[in-house]
């Protein structure tokens, strides 16, 4: 729990640029799939007791509120996907690191391509 406190109250004092932000929203990214993950194994429990718990646990989703937090899921995912690789690719290969800044910004507009796209689905049954 300190090294969490630590790190959120730190991620806004350090000047680390490009890198300092792709580190945080990493790791925000990775505990909001953690969460989606710990609803879905209890989502999934719920067939146990019954079609009409689960059933009613799946018209829960459809609600406006559940779509906006679907939103943050994609994007969660695909920005955790994104930066994984980059992190991979800079560990295999370390004379990219001087281009890190770069590779950011790159990895921020092909997540924003696929991720506009997917918002667009998701929300869009809310404004119909």
């Known amino acids: 729990m300190e090294s969490v406190l630590y790190a959120i109250t730190n991620v806004f004092r350090y000047r680390g640029r490009e890198g300092q932000w792709a580190w945080a929203l990493h790791r925000v990214s990775g505990l909001g799939v ?17 079609s009409d718990v689960f059933d009613a646990a799946l018209f829960l989703y459809k609600a406006p509120p559940f779509r906006v937090m679907e939103t ?20 295999f290969s370390p004379r990219l690191w001087r ?24 929300l869009a049954p809310i404004f119909r």
């Not at 953690?34 to 019954?50: E, K, P, R």
């Not at 943050?72 to 690719?89: C, K, P, S, T």
């Open 99 to 122: 281009y890190q800044h770069i590779i950011v910004w790159v990895e921020a507009v092909v997540v924003a391509i696929v991720f506009i796209p997917s918002a667009y689905v998701t």
């Open 34 to 50: 953690m969460l989606f993950l710990l609803l879905h194994v209890t989502d999934i429990f719920l067939i146990s007791l019954g």
């Open 72 to 91: 943050f899921l994609i994007f969660g995912l695909l920005f955790h996907a994104a930066n994984g690789m980059r992190i991979i690719v800079l560990d």
